[in-house]
């Protein structure tokens, strides 16, 4: 997967780093099944110690996998380590933090609010870097965007399976119709053979009927039967 999708060009080198999470993504995005590991608040960190809050790394995480923000919609942001990716908006990272909870995770992260300058969470450390230094407005415009490519999104996904639900159903009236048929030409057949061993045991009961009395006759009675004596 990593030689296909072009993370790596050498099939002998070592996937590791970043590279390695994005072949895992890569994984995931064809198909595979592959569980994203979230850490909570309170577990416990490679170095031995324990996560006071969940990490910001893992806060995107969630939010991919939750489908609160897709991957390709975070932010370049200044913080005081430098670069990092962001969300496109406080609101976006609250909802996130929502989802968290409703999947039964803690996150021991406080929500953010357009007024807070510095406590957006966005990093290892609280109240490292604002969430944004673009206006409130354009933040506001960002986030509806998102939720807008994100319902287009679910909406796509739904109106296809819509569609193939809908050709199951189609694909199954048509079956039930055969079967339909198929049971009454069967039931039809089941009846006519059915009416015909009745009148055989009708006819089979009469000649048993006739052959009693027959054998209940006197010798006279027989002969009578054989020859007629008013001739």
């Not at 309170?42 to 110690?49: L, N, S, T």
């Not at 030409?185 to 006519?192: G, H």
Request: net charge negative; proline share 5%; aromatic share 6%.
């Amino acid at each position: 997967m990593a030689l296909a999708t072009g993370i790596l060009s050498d099939a002998d080198a070592d996937l590791d780093g970043e590279d390695y999470w994005t072949a895992v993504d890569e994984l995931r995005s064809a198909g595979y099944d592959i569980p994203v590991w979230i850490p909570e608040a309170g577990a416990e960190r490679v170095d031995g110690g324990t996560y006071d809050q969940m990490p910001f790394w893992a806060v995107r995480k969630a939010a991919v996998a939750l489908e609160v923000c897709p991957e390709d919609a975070f932010v370049d942001r200044e913080g005081e380590d430098g670069t990092y990716e962001g969300f496109p908006g406080y609101e976006t990272y609250n909802e996130t933090l929502s989802a968290i909870e409703d999947a039964g995770l803690n996150h021991g992260r406080d929500p953010v609010t357009p007024e807070d300058d510095g406590a957006d969470g966005e990093s290892e450390s609280p109240a490292e870097s604002p969430v944004s230094d673009e206006p409130t407005g354009d933040l506001d415009r960002a986030h509806l965007r998102e939720k807008n490519r994100l319902l287009t999104a679910k909406v796509e996904r739904l109106e296809s399976e819509l569609e193939e639900k809908s050709e199951r159903i189609e694909d199954l009236e048509a079956e039930v119709d055969q079967l339909r048929t198929e049971l009454a030409t069967v039931r039809s057949e089941r009846n006519r053979l059915e009416t015909a061993l009745e009148d055989r045991e009708s006819e089979q009961k009469i000649k048993q009927d006739q052959e009693s009395k027959t054998d209940n006759l006197s010798p006279l009675d027989r002969a009578k039967q054989i020859v007629p004596f008013d001739r």
